[in-house]
């Protein structure tokens, strides 16, 4: 098929189904020139070195390998960042299986995690087996508080409470993104609060556009300068006192190797 048969083939499409202009709209054609034209063309935060930020060695007693969840790296993160910081109190956008919020509360005084209730996932029109997945690892544990909301609407200032450590994994599209990073930083956060972004990145070596969008409109000039890519991992990260960092070009070669040691019991 040439590019004129493919053209009339997909505007066929689009006429047949208007949806489909959302696959234009959030592709990674798009975001790029998005990110060329308002923010001279930043496609990729300075990169911070994990080994800065993690534990030596460091422990996950809560992994499923299975899909939706994050990257061990990411919640090693989560979990050593929580524990440096004494009497942590952790605040997460997206729950899921609770598997990033059970992880931390090994090693923070206090979690919070905010999801769509069951009946906003249901409307979403959701299965409801998915539905009743979210926090099947967290919810019986004492030093996490479930919260149930959608971030467009969720009434941040009622909670009258700073977090030490937040970490931002809802939906990853680029309005919700801007959202939680705007409400996170009108509402939640104190002069040394840490910030943490799921899916930041496709991969390792990989950044998503409108993620990173949603970051960069969500955050004031002068706080963007604390942004970093944490290597090895999914995540951005505002750190306020500063991170070395360089600029890397992928792909990487590598010069670090991690140990994994992978054992199972059944729950
Ligand atoms: C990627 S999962 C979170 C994974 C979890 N943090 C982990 O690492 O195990 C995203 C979650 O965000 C929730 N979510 C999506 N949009 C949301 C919104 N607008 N407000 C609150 N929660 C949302 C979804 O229901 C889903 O459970």
Not at 5 to 11: H, V
Not at 109 to 116: Q, R, S
Not at 146 to 155: K, R, S, V
Not at 156 to 161: I, N, Q, T
Request: proline share 3%; with cysteine.
């Amino acid at each position: 098929m040439n590019k004129i048969q493919k053209l009339i083939k997909g505007l066929g499409l689009l006429f047949k189904k208007p949806r489909l202009i959302n696959l234009i709209m959030d592709s990674e054609f798009h975001w790029k020139k998005y990110l060329k034209k308002h923010h001279n063309n930043l496609l990729q935060l300075p990169t911070a070195d994990i080994s800065q930020l993690i534990e030596n060695s460091s422990e996950l007693n809560h992994y499923t390998f299975l899909g939706g969840g994050s990257l061990p790296t990411d919640i090693a993160l989560l979990k050593s960042l929580s524990k440096k910081i004494s009497n942590c109190s952790y605040f997460e956008i997206g729950t899921w299986r609770g598997e990033s919020v059970i992880n931390v509360s090994e090693t923070a005084k206090e979690c919070f995690t905010l999801n769509l209730s069951k009946d906003d996932i249901l409307a979403e029109g959701l299965p409801e087996k998915y539905a009743d997945l979210h926090g099947i690892l967290s919810k019986e544990r004492d030093n996490v508080t479930h919260l149930f909301g959608n971030t467009l609407n969720y009434d941040f200032s009622a909670l009258g409470k700073k977090f030490d450590l937040i970490f931002i994994d809802g939906n990853h599209k680029y309005e919700f993104v801007k959202n939680d990073t705007e409400k996170v930083f009108s509402h939640l956060v104190h002069k040394d609060s840490i910030v943490v972004w799921h899916d930041y990145a496709a991969n390792p070596e990989k950044t998503r556009y409108d993620v990173l969008a949603g970051i960069l409109d969500g955050l004031s000039k002068e706080k963007q300068a604390n942004l970093y890519h944490v290597s090895n991992s999914l995540c951005a990260i505002y750190y306020p006192k500063g991170l070395e960092s360089k600029s890397i070009d992928f792909p990487i070669l590598p010069k670090k190797l991690f140990k994994v040691i992978i054992q199972s019991k059944e729950i």
